[in-house]
Nanobody, 124 residues
Framework: QVQLVESGGGLVQAGGSLRLSCAAS????????MGWFRQAPGKEREFVAA????????VYADSVKGRFTISRDNAKNTVYPQMNSLKPEDTAVYYC?????????????????WGQGTQVTVSS
């Protein structure tokens, strides 16, 4: 079992930055690829970014490419998306998730464990 807890959400003005964190507990965090998804009101949960368990490979949704950067610290069992140049359309609940299969890292169904989410609100 892997337990995931997100933090760092909040209210920010358009153009601002936030860094979220996802702290993992349980077994073998360093074996898991980690992903972030988001869900805006009335919309489906969508992929944002993912990072391989080694940290050397990352993948991003086109909507955040160039603005968001995902990283991880396996010694701290934590994964971080740094979100810059935020836009009102980035407003959503952000979820982190863990999977043993990086080949499905962009797919919601490819993840085994999910956090409870943290709200990010970007004002215009």
């Amino acid at each position: 079992q892997v337990q995931l807890v997100e933090s760092g959400g909040g209210l920010v003005q358009a153009g601002g930055s936030l860094r979220l964190s996802c702290a993992a507990s349980g077994r073998a965090f360093s074996s898991y690829a980690m992903g972030w998804f988001r869900q805006a009101p009335g919309k489906e949960r969508e992929f944002v970014a993912a990072i391989h368990w080694r940290g050397g490979s990352t993948v991003y949704a086109d909507s955040v490419k160039g603005r968001f950067t995902i990283s991880r610290d396996n010694a701290k069992n934590t994964v971080y998306p740094q979100m810059n140049s935020l836009k009102p359309e980035d407003t959503a609940v952000y979820y982190c998730a863990a999977t043993l299969d990086y080949s499905e890292a962009t797919l919601r169904g490819g993840y085994d464990y999910w956090g409870q989410g943290t709200q990010v609100t970007v004002s215009s």
